[in-house]
């Protein structure tokens, strides 16, 4: 059971809460293409990502940024049982899609790249460390139905 | 994952703006290091202070970036270049290189605060292969 101070919970809610989903989530996204390339190949039918500018023009990279981010709606929902809740969205990515596990925190890391630069100064030293230890939890409950 | 000549012009483009808030961006990565990675506290147990924004962090923060300039002038042979900080860190100060990561993860997350326009995917992507090979050079005396 993970425990989530006050700060932490709070901190979690207000984030996703003031988020622009149609601005972070192809940001993120397309991020993670360009600055780990290899994160591609799970992508190979969303048309052309030969460099920096196509990709962060792609309408479909774009759309799933957005459907990835609106997939964490479910977890800051269910803080006290994150695990659960993803463990239809585990086995999802790992039988169906087939995706390296390792690649979630690659997205995870860019993601908290992006919400720095949005964010500024408001994202604060405590704020960072809250949002990584959530994403730490997300990113371990959909690694779990790997076998 | 060498660094093209696309990579070291970016990286030196970016160097150049972030001299202007230097010290800024060493004391805020060394602070947040301390917090979101508490672990790292170990390292610097013989400080007074560690709470962000002191006297011995700030001071400390500044030494980091000064070693990232530094090796950002000798982007053409980091392992040669980086001999000296490599020995320094091995022998002396037996940083696990398992840290550096973290670190560079931390100055990302600054440099992404205080530059959101001129941190682009691209500059993120020259400056983090960057930082993974001065990492690689600091490394390389280790064993």
Not at chain 1, 6 to 26: C, H, L, N, Q, W
Not at chain 1, 119 to 141: N, W
Request: glycine share 4%; proline share 3%.
């Amino acid at each position: 059971m993970v425990e989530w101070t006050d700060f932490e919970r709070s901190t979690i809610e207000s984030i996703f809460a003031k988020m622009d989903y149609e601005d972070v989530g192809p940001a993120a996204l397309s991020r993670c293409l360009v600055v780990y390339p290899w994160t591609q190949r799970y992508f190979g039918n969303f048309g052309n990502l030969y460099n920096a500018a196509a990709i962060m023009s792609n309408k479909m990279v774009a759309q799933h940024g957005i459907t990835v981010l609106h997939g964490m709606d479910r977890a800051v929902k269910n803080m006290d049982d994150i695990k659960a809740t993803y463990a239809e969205l585990s086995v999802l990515h790992s039988e169906k899609l087939h995706v390296d596990p390792d690649n979630f925190k690659l997205l995870g890391d860019c993601l908290t790249i992006v919400l720095a630069a949005r964010m500024g100064t408001a994202f604060t030293a405590e704020v960072q460390a809250a949002f990584q230890k959530f994403l730490a939890i997300v990113i371990s409950s959909l690694g779990r139905q790997y076998h | 994952m060498t660094l093209s000549a696309k990579d070291k012009a970016a990286v030196k483009g970016f160097m150049s703006k972030m001299k202007s808030r230097s010290e800024e961006i060493g004391a805020e990565t060394l602070s947040r290091m301390l917090v979101v990675y508490p672990q790292t506290k170990s390292y610097f147990a013989h400080w007074p202070d560690l709470a962000p924004g002191s006297a011995p962090v700030r001071e400390h923060g500044v030494i980091f970036i000064n070693g990232v300039y530094e090796a950002a002038d000798k982007i053409d042979d980091l392992k040669n270049g980086l001999l000296t900080l490599s020995e320094l860190h091995a022998f002396m100060l037996r940083v696990d290189p398992v840290n550096f990561k973290i670190f560079i993860h931390c100055m990302l997350v600054v440099l992404a605060m205080l530059f959101p326009e001129d941190f682009t995917p691209q500059v993120h992507l020259a400056v983090d292969k960057f930082l993974a090979q001065v990492a690689l050079a600091l490394a390389e005396k280790y064993r």
